[in-house]
């Protein structure tokens, strides 16, 4: 691999806060949108499906752009990383790997982000590139800022559908992250099982497998059976929404 490419959201960093913040403006204690994003997540729904329950008219941009006019905008510090994320990036980095993180968010989002001077090539966010993942226009931006072959790049992620699927159908090498609840939830689904090269548990993994052809074979053999009972197939290959 000669490019690593990083999401950003539950990836590099936590979504506690963002969604606390959401419920302090909403006026509901953070537990209860928590809930309601768990939920989301589990019928493999949008996440932001879970104001629209608690507002049903919510016109989510609106909203947002009405926090920032109140001074209660998006915030982002280093509280807000995962611990592994400046030890992983920094060892990809002095590996010869060219970094880069690039996942949905606001310019605003990127500001901070680049703020923080993770040890990354590249930082940038969907609304700076006026594409969102899972537009196949996002990862064809993507490509161009890789410096590399689709084959040579790698995409860590949690998401399966804004991340997995379509990096994987942009010809690159894929890891799935188990972090976050869309990372946790959907580990074992035999979509995410299949379409993963990679299936890691935290960041500072990646470095084992610059120059890796293949998945871990003893990772292969201790993979769940993909084969679930019909009945679960169903139900959950349409919960996740897969665009593969």
């Known amino acids: 691999m000669e490019t690593i490419v990083l999401d950003i959201g539950e990836t590099l960093v936590r979504d506690d806060r963002h969604w606390a913040s959401w419920a302090n403006w909403l006026g509901v204690p953070p537990h209860t949108l928590s809930a309601l994003v768990g939920a989301a997540v589990a019928q493999g729904r949008e996440a932001t499906d879970a104001l629209r329950v ?6 989510v941009e609106e909203a947002y752009r009405a926090r920032v006019a109140a001074g209660r905008g998006e915030h982002l510090d280093e509280s807000d990383l995962y611990q592994d994320v400046r030890p992983a990036l920094g060892e990809l980095r002095a590996a010869g790997i060219r ?10 989002a990127g500001e901070l982000l680049r703020g923080l001077d993770l040890p990354a090539d590249l930082v940038v966010t969907s609304d700076e590139w006026g594409a969102r993942k899972p537009d196949p226009e996002f990862f064809a931006r993507l490509a161009e800022a890789a410096g590399a072959a689709p084959e ?3 995409y860590v992620g949690d998401h399966p559908a ?4 379509p990096a994987a159908a942009a010809g690159m090498r894929t890891a799935h992250l188990r972090r976050g609840p869309y990372g946790h939830w959907w580990a074992e689904h035999p979509d995410v099982v299949e379409t993963a090269d990679f299936r890691i548990d935290a960041l500072t993994e990646l470095a084992g497998l610059v120059g890796s052809a293949a998945p871990d074979a003893a990772d292969a053999a201790d993979a769940p059976d993909a084969s679930p009972g019909e009945e679960d197939k169903v139900v959950r290959r349409g919960g996740l929404r897969s665009v593969r």
């Open 162 to 165: 804004e991340d997995l699927f």
């Open 54 to 59: 608690l507002r049903p008219d919510m016109d």
């Open 99 to 108: 970094v880069v993180v690039a996942g949905n968010g606001t310019v605003r």
């Open 152 to 154: 040579a790049t790698l």
